[in-house]
């Protein structure tokens, strides 16, 4: 079983249920699923709903859910708790997940597997702060400093809000990394009809455990992880170190082998971890890419398109880090136009730019309202 | 007679002499520190050590044996918070510098100290940022040209104790890393207590802070620490102009209430 | 240093000490020298293998046991055992 008998209980309870909530409160319902018994958070619009639901509900389950004292507090104390044998995750936003960065690169460095929502809303800065956006893809990507990979997903409705969470979770655990779930403030404050699931249909990737004399930082490309307590005496470094954790920052390769190391956990297993959603059709001619709360008009203007007999593809990307390159490769060997809509200036298409030699058009829509379908149908039929 | 002091046993023994600079107080506090796990009783296994960046971070981390979080400059309290909501039968300890703990990491001592979760905070206080090579801290005085302060530090010192109390802790104390009975003592008690405690333990640079006040060695701090050291109850009597240039030491504050984890899980068992 | 020094008589039923200075961690700080109440130790020109001059135990017969010298060493390189007799 994967839960603790007062956790199977409370989610039986639930099961088959169908509630009306919002993409945050899902959020926080998937984290339960996935066994999540510590979120440390900091109150941050449009991302304070997930706190809010795991405040109600995570005592339920024998959890612990403390409001932090800034969103730096927040991280640091889900990555000291999971430490100490527990799952964590915090819920953020762009101002938020700027200060996070540091941490989320401590997590890499330190490879815990905790994860990190960010309900994506208009920056820079304080931004339109009640509006979504899509300005932080890159950002996960490349927000916390060094050359490090990342695991980022993105959902494009309120179950996807819970099913990913779990799934964010899982390849925490599997790669031994921090995962951030890309969400957005659309999604996030959109409420939905969502099914429960039955918690004995739920797949979760246990934490795989050092035996004696193992090591926690090398000796294979994803080493098993411990809990303290446990008479190891584990040193647990953010400094470069060796493979029985102390610090070693003198060795030229000990650097090496550790971020080439971590670095290829993610990257040899692109095929495991990318998903996409992918609706090509026999002969297209044109392709739509799009993620998140724009995937949904997206998929709508495709829809019209195609009534007009036209010819596109349509991919929508679930998982936005690592990048889906050889989708995208494929997809631009088939077309000879990708049209980006994005909540941004391009950042995506920027990304798809590298890997295709087709053209490539961003429809950008930035000031915090989503594309319609009729603007995204209009920049296709152009 | 063994040459070899028995309490290395606590250490990481494997890769000492320490990276210590000569006479360096951060190895009296590693030493006391050992004696008051020692003395205690204590499980190593039981321990978990948390701390930041700077010299007095060498203290738990790589010296002192057992699990060990090393963690981003000023988060070790945020971070031992986690670890300590999870492990509440655990002794959560940070062991670390003024920079570290009361600068970048004041609002984090701030708000621990408020909740008054258990943990045990050692901040050693070395009056510099030694470890990036004599930088002035929150708690250089004024007037000392420090490298960032060449022209002499403007700024008026921090009293750490005093914002520990205030922000909640139940128990305060500093001492000197002279004063290494009453030190160990406090530890000990610090250690023990089931609240969020506190112990400055004003410490000697003779390398990075020294040559900035003209002490090159660890007697000429320790000479001054004796010296200027008042302890708290006879300070209570004396008037300001009195207590000038000295250094107040003892025990600030020493009362139980409520532990975070214990409110916590408190509110579990009341929903479940 | 010591204000106790110049005056002290050894008490012939006193207990004893034994000290030992570990010459793998000893760093030449001085402050057991300084520190002392009973002035057990002095500067000497030994270099330990560490290559710092090294404090000479002086006085043994002089050391009651305090064990101040063994608490502030920052290195734990010195170690205070009572003798049985």
């Known amino acids: 079983m994967n839960y603790s008998p007062i956790r199977q209980k409370y989610l039986k309870q639930l099961s088959g249920k169908t509630l009306f909530v919002q993409g945050d409160a899902a959020c926080g319902y998937g984290a339960i699923y996935a066994g999540c018994d510590f979120f440390g958070g900091y109150p941050i619009t449009p991302a304070s709903e997930v706190a809010e639901l795991l405040a109600l509900e995570m005592p339920k389950v024998d959890g612990y859910c403390v409001q932090m004292e800034d969103e730096i507090a927040s991280i640091a104390s889900v990555v000291g708790a999971i430490w100490a044998g527990g799952k964590g995750m915090t819920a953020t936003s762009g101002p938020g997940f700027s200060l996070m960065q540091e941490c989320i690169g401590y997590a890499v460095m330190t490879e815990t597997p905790c994860v990190i929502i960010d309900v994506q809303r208009s920056g820079p800065s304080t931004g339109q702060a009640t509006k979504p956006a899509q300005g932080d893809v890159m950002q996960a990507r490349w927000g916390t400093h060094g050359d490090h990979e990342i695991i980022a997903l993105a959902p494009n409705s309120v179950q996807e809000c819970l099913s990913l969470t779990i799934e964010c979770f899982n390849l925490a655990e599997e790669y031994r990394t921090p995962v951030i779930l890309l969400t957005d403030g659309e999604i996030g404050h959109l409420r939905e009809k969502i099914v429960m699931p039955d918690p004995d249909d739920i797949r979760l990737t246990s934490r795989r455990f050092a035996r004696k004399g193992e090591s926690i930082f090398g000796g294979k490309l994803i080493p098993p992880m411990i809990e303290y307590g446990k008479g190891t005496f584990t040193h647990v470094t953010g400094s470069t170190h060796k493979e029985n954790g102390m610090r070693d920052v003198e060795t030229q390769s000990v650097h090496d082998k550790l971020i080439t190391r971590i670095y290829a956990k993610i990257d040899k297993n692109r095929e495991k971890i990318i998903r996409v959603e992918k609706e090509f059709i026999p002969d297209g001619e044109y392709a739509v890419v799009a993620y998140g709360a724009t995937s949904r008009p997206a998929k709508g203007a495709v829809i019209k398109a195609r009534k007009e007999k036209k010819k596109i593809d349509f991919l929508r990307l679930i998982t936005i880090w690592p990048f889906p390159r050889d989708e995208i490769r494929e997809l631009g060997k088939r077309v000879k136009k990708i049209f980006v809509p994005e909540m941004n200036l391009g950042q995506i298409s920027r990304e798809i730019e590298r890997f295709v030699d087709c053209e490539v058009v961003p429809v950008s829509k930035i000031g915090g309202i989503t594309h319609s379908i009729d603007e995204i149908y209009k920049a296709i039929c152009e | ?272 | ?85």
């Not at chain 2, 002035?136 to 914002?163: I, K, M, W």
């Not at chain 2, 006879?234 to 250094?247: P, R």
């Open chain 3, 1 to 85: 240093m010591s204000t106790l020094s110049k005056d002290f008589k050894i008490n012939k039923k006193a207990k004893i000490f034994e000290i030992a200075i570990d010459e793998d961690l000893c760093k030449g700080c001085s402050i057991c020298i300084d520190f002392c109440p009973r002035e057990v130790f002095e500067n000497s020109d030994k270099i330990n293998p560490r290559g710092y001059y090294q404090p000479k135990i002086k006085a043994e017969e002089k050391c009651s046991g305090c064990k101040l010298c063994e608490l502030l060493c920052p290195e734990l390189a010195i170690v205070i055992e009572e003798k049985q007799q």
């Open chain 2, 1 to 272: 007679m063994s040459k070899k002091h028995p309490l290395l046993k606590y250490l990481r023994e494997e890769i000492l002499p320490t990276v210590f600079c000569t006479g360096c107080g951060g190895g009296t506090v590693l030493n006391v520190y050992a004696h008051a796990i020692d003395e205690l009783g204590i499980d190593p296994t039981t321990i978990v050590s948390v701390t930041g960046i700077g010299c007095s971070s060498w203290i738990p981390s790589p010296y002192y044996k057992a699990d060990t979080l090393h963690v981003l400059h000023g988060r070790a309290i945020a971070f031992a918070t986690g670890v300590k909501i999870k492990k509440p039968d655990m002794k959560i300890i940070v062991i670390a510098g003024d920079g570290d703990i009361a600068a970048i990491g004041g609002n984090h001592l701030i708000h621990a100290a408020r909740r008054n979760i258990g943990l045990t905070v050692f901040l050693i206080n070395n009056s510099i940022y030694a470890m990036t090579g004599g930088q002035a801290s929150p708690s250089t005085p004024q007037g000392v040209p420090a490298t960032t302060t060449p022209y002499g530090n403007p700024e008026p010192s921090f009293d750490f104790t005093q914002l520990a109390v205030a922000s909640g802790a139940s128990y305060a104390a500093r001492w000197t890393t002279y004063h290494v009975f009453s030190l160990l003592k406090s530890m000990k008690k610090a250690i023990t207590r089931k609240g969020f405690s506190f112990v400055e333990i004003i410490s000697q640079c003779p390398v990075s802070y020294g040559k900035m006040v003209g002490k090159r060695t660890a007697s000429d701090f320790l000479r001054l620490y004796k010296e200027s050291s008042i302890n708290i109850k006879k300070a209570a009597s004396m008037k300001e102009e009195e207590l000038e240039n000295k250094i107040v030491i003892g025990e600030f504050v020493d009362k139980e209430r409520e532990e975070f984890t214990e409110a916590l899980r408190k509110i579990n068992k009341r929903v479940q």
